[in-house]
């Protein structure tokens, strides 16, 4: 297994990709910190592990957006196990509205969790991590190719597709990996809410609905010794969709 007795944190870990993540990095031996603000839907995520045989994992309630809570939550996962290996910066937040009807106070709301979350994270990350760790961002399509109503999301995701550059170059003399994946239309409940999907605004091919465990499987590859000579990417995750003009 490629990840026996590696520590793994990951945002977002609840629900959706980030759990299907977590479970994955279990599956392949790993010790998960499972990091997401809904405290009650931690226990849930905990046994779902639990239950497929990947490891006993630590639960870590955390407001990504807050900095001295990133910093506790690091603070806490080397507490208990003494190293961390893998940052999956997961945690996100999208709002559907017309950009003459959006506030300074939305753009930060989502910029907060979207982008400064995984500073934060990466951050600590460069602080802890030994030579041999690996960062990877969830940023999406958005990042490439968007739509209308969703702008401070799109335009988090390419920042985060920046950031996630930057940090590759900053990381690499530290012997630290940093990249991204890009998600497409992916079985979560962040794409069932969205309003333009419910209206039948926007139309999804069922064939390119991909499922949490596909992006998994990227983020796994990417943190992964099978990924050593990846840095500074932007992997794209998303069933062939922004293949089709």
Known sequence: MRFTDKV???????????????????????????????????????AALRSHGAGEPL?????????RQAGDTVGRVLAHWGRLDVVVNNAGLMLFAPLDQLTGDDWLKVLRVDLLGAFYFTKQAFLHMQPGGAIVNLASVHALETEPNVAPYAAAKAALLSLTRSSAIEAAPKGIRVNAVLPGAVDTPMLWNNPQ?????????????????????????????????????????????????
């Open 59 to 67: 639960e870590l309630v955390c407001d990504v957006g807050d900095e």
């Open 197 to 245: 999907v419910k209206s039948g605004a926007e139309q999804l091919d069922r064939g390119e609905v991909g499922k949490p465990e596909d992006i998994a499987a990227a983020v796994a590859f990417l943190a992964s010794s099978d990924a050593a000579f990846v840095q500074g990417a932007s992997l794209l995750v998303d069933g062939g969709r922004l293949c089709r003009l």
């Open 8 to 46: 793994v944190l990951v945002t977002g870990a609840a629900s959706g990709i980030g759990l299907a993540t977590a479970l994955r990095f279990g599956l392949e031996g790993a010790k998960v910190a499972l990091v997401d603000r809904d405290a009650a839907a931690l226990p849930t995520a905990s």
